[in-house]
């Protein structure tokens, strides 16, 4: 059975810096993409970033260019997301996802985050 | 950036009719178009992929249409557990972009 955890979500104060982590199990973790997306409290969905199989590529969205860096860690099955200088509009509700092609075939419960002071 | 308008916003039916959500895109995504359905308090769930492939576990009262610009997720005799929110997602393009969603309740 495929299974995403996000851990790492919390209360942090903006201009501060937060790392999420999702373990992954139950595939074969190094032959998937893996991405993170996000949602606002009572909003829609937003894909956040994109990371290959192998960690050789990585895509963001225009927003988090340059604050946020997403890597994995293929002997620990792990996905991480490095988010610094945190905004109030980086509040949401984090989720680890994993890429089939281009849509999202499982995903991770969630982890939420609140960037306030 | 591709912009999906999904519609309606919120949806209200009775137990066994049959519902019906529609995404437009801002141009043609060329089938690249995946259905989600999210549970109040819960994660997404992939339902559709390639605007008309089930995904696996998925119940067949479900399916996707469309092509081109214009896509649509019909739910066939709605249960009471289909009450969530519905998002599409197109996948053609990057980035990939997501509708604001459809909130289905039973009248």
């Known amino acids: 059975e495929v299974q995403l955890v996000e851990s790492g979500g919390g209360l942090v104060q903006p201009g501060r810096s937060m790392k999420l982590s999702c373990a992954a199990s139950?595939?074969?973790?190094?032959?998937?993409?893996m991405a993170w997306v996000c949602q606002a409290p009572k909003k829609g969905l937003e894909w956040v970033a994109t990371?290959?199989?192998?960690?050789?590529?990585?895509y963001y969205r225009d927003s988090v260019k340059g604050r946020f860096t997403i890597s994995r860690d293929n002997a620990k099955s792990t996905l991480y997301l490095q988010m610094d200088s945190l905004r109030s509009e980086d509040t949401a509700t984090y989720y680890c996802?994993?890429?089939?092609?281009?849509?999202?075939?499982?995903w991770g419960p969630g982890t939420m985050v609140t960037v306030s002071s | 950036d591709i912009q999906m308008t999904q519609s309606p916003a919120s949806l209200s039916a009775s137990l066994g009719e049959t519902v019906t959500i529609e995404c437009r895109a801002s141009?043609?995504?060329?089938?690249?178009l995946a259905w989600y359905q999210q549970k109040p308090g819960k994660s997404p769930q992939l339902l559709i992929y390639n605007a008309n492939s089930l995904h696996t576990g998925v119940p067949s009262r479900f399916s996707g249409s469309g092509s081109g610009t214009q896509y649509s997720l019909k739910i066939n005799s709605l249960q009471s557990e289909d009450v969530a929110s519905y998002f599409c997602?197109?996948?053609?393009?990057?980035?990939?972009?997501f509708g604001a969603g459809t909130k289905l309740e039973l009248k």
């Open positions: 990371i290959s199989y192998d960690g050789s590529s990585t």
């Open positions: 997602q197109q996948y053609y393009n990057y980035p990939n972009t």
């Open positions: 141009e043609d995504i060329y089938n690249g």
């Open positions: 139950g595939f074969t973790f190094n032959n998937y993409d």
């Open positions: 996802a994993r890429l089939s092609f281009w849509y999202f075939d499982f």
